[in-house]
């Protein structure tokens, strides 16, 4: 049972209204007793003065435990965007 459990593979079907995702540039995240909240949305930053309106694109209810387990996935791939940026952006040495 334990070499079927690290064999399966995770297929994802995604509608194909889905398939693009939305744009977000903005977030809020909040709590309750039983869930987190994640509200995602898009805002106009040109604006300087007055009302700033954001247009809601996306809001995902989780676990407490989902939510521990998807900041430890953001943090280990930001790690890894950051590193591999790293790589990218080192100065070129000229060796002549």
Same mark, same amino acid.
């Given at each position: +049972? !334990?070499? *079927?459990?690290?064999?399966?593979?995770? $297929?994802?079907? @995604?509608?194909?209204?889905?398939?693009?995702?939305?744009?977000?540039?903005?977030?809020?995240?909040?709590?309750?007793?039983?869930?987190?909240?994640?509200?995602?949305?898009? +805002? !106009?930053? *040109?604006?300087?003065?007055?009302?700033? $309106?954001?247009? @809601?694109?996306?809001?995902?209810?989780?676990?407490?435990?989902?939510?521990?387990?998807?900041?430890?996935?953001?943090?280990?791939?930001?790690?890894?965007?950051?590193?591999?940026?790293?790589?990218?952006?080192?100065?070129?040495?000229?060796?002549?």
């Amino acid at each position: +049972m !334990e070499d *079927e459990d690290q064999h399966r593979q995770l $297929n994802l079907h @995604v509608d194909p209204d889905n398939f693009a995702g939305v744009y977000a540039n903005w977030a809020s995240v909040n709590f309750s007793d039983y869930e987190f909240t994640i509200t995602f949305g898009r +805002m !106009e930053p *040109e604006i300087d003065e007055g009302d700033v $309106n954001v247009v @809601v694109v996306s809001r995902i209810n989780l676990s407490h435990r989902f939510m521990r387990e998807l900041i430890d996935a953001m943090t280990d791939n930001w790690s890894k965007w950051t590193a591999r940026e790293g790589i990218r952006n080192l100065p070129e040495t000229n060796d002549d």
